[in-house]
């Protein structure tokens, strides 16, 4: 009997040591709220929303340590919607997902679905509303679709050297073609202290081929944004610019909001965005920015929103907002006030709402 106690301790002990060398982490965030859009061509458009400030998703997130400072890593997110409950329509983990490897000394390397250097300088320095809620840059920049998130890419990241670090991507098009839908990311990175800054760039060929069907030449997109801010303690302060030129680098969201048929989409636009968060009585954070788009184009379909939200923390998991935005259209331009997870329906929203990550 004793020994039988032995023989199982140690198994244990061996099993403990075996799992302690890899760690898988469900996650997720559940995010829903009312909103209030007018101006557009549906009417006055009240609804409970998922995804207001983050979209709703559900996660894991696994490391396998293998020794000499090399670990396997993988992610693993698909999203939902909490009005509903229904998965996403466009595929089981179509937010991220990807497998790789991490070197403390070489930096990491991952393949998969990915989200864009030019998307995480956009969500992660550049905008006070972190992509969400109706101030969310991204109902005037050009983040959408395949401007977002990169299929079959693959991630280069450096390690920090004094702050500094910098990323590549390389999508693979998959086509007849050996460059059709090819896509090219890279961002330099800066961070030290209160200052966050990013230098991002992403080109994609929109050509399209298939076998036996003749090439379709689209051009290519070219982006260029430069991100920043800075937090003097009492506040945040947030500026971003971006130069988008060529098809499909900066995307109406919902180009037939206002009109019967779609809006062309500008081929060569400037966009420049300011703001700020401010701590208050040390749960709440108040927000602001100011966007405006500028159409080089004949057409000169310029735009400009200013938005202002609240975002107050229950917990360190669960917080409540509230937000109000509005675009001003020039020219028969075509943007809308959205989300995260919605392209919105007219020139205005509010939103109120609850969002709890786990």
């Keep these: 009997m004793k020994k039988t106690l032995i023989s199982i301790a140690v198994l244990g002990a061996m099993s403990t040591a075996a799992f302690a060398q890899s760690n898988v982490t469900i996650y997720g965030i559940v995010d829903a709220g009312v909103v209030s859009e007018r101006g557009g061509k549906a009417g006055n458009v009240t609804k409970v929303s998922s995804g207001v400030a983050s979209a709703s998703r559900l996660g894991f997130r696994g490391t ?36 790789g490897l991490v070197s403390k000394e070489a930096g990491s390397l991952t393949l ?53 670090s910098g990323e590549f991507q390389y999508g693979v098009g998959e086509q007849s073609k050996a460059d059709a839908g090819r896509q090219l990311g890279v961002s330099l990175n800066y961070g030290n202290g209160p200052l966050q800054a990013r230098l991002a760039y992403n080109n994609r060929n929109n050509d399209t081929a298939a076998a036996g069907v003749p090439v379709v030449n689209r051009d290519y997109a070219h982006s260029t944004l430069f991100a920043a801010n800075y937090d003097f303690t009492v506040a945040k302060a947030f500026f971003a610019y971006s130069d988008d030129k060529g098809p499909t680098s900066s995307p109406i969201p919902n180009p037939t909001a206002f009109t019967a048929t779609a809006v062309a989409a500008s081929t060569d636009s400037d966009t420049m965005l300011i703001g700020a968060t401010a701590p208050i009585g040390g749960a709440g954070t108040l927000i602001a920015s100011y966007i405006h788009k500028d159409d080089n184009e004949a057409a000169n379909r310029d735009a400009s929103q200013w938005a202002l939200g609240y975002s107050h923390a229950l917990s360190k998991r669960t917080s409540t907002y509230v937000a109000y935005a509005k675009i001003k259209n020039k020219r028969g331009a075509s943007y809308t006030v959205g989300n995260n997870a919605e392209v919105g329906t007219g020139d205005k929203a509010f939103n109120v709402g609850i969002k709890h990550t786990f």
Excluded at 142 to 154: F, L, P
């Design 64 to 99: 396998e340590d293998l020794g000499g400072g090399l670990s396997a890593v993988f992610l693993l997110e698909a999203g939902f919607a909490a009005d509903t409950g229904v998965g996403d329509t466009s595929g089981l983990f179509q937010r991220q997902s990807y497998v």
């Design 112 to 164: 998969g679905r990915q989200y864009t250097p030019m998307y995480l300088a956009l969500s992660q320095v550049a905008d006070p509303f972190q992509a969400g809620l109706a101030g969310s840059a991204k109902n005037l920049f050009g983040a959408s679709g395949m401007n977002v998130r990169a299929s079959n890419s693959v991630n280069y990241k450096t390690p920090t050297y004094s702050g500094f």
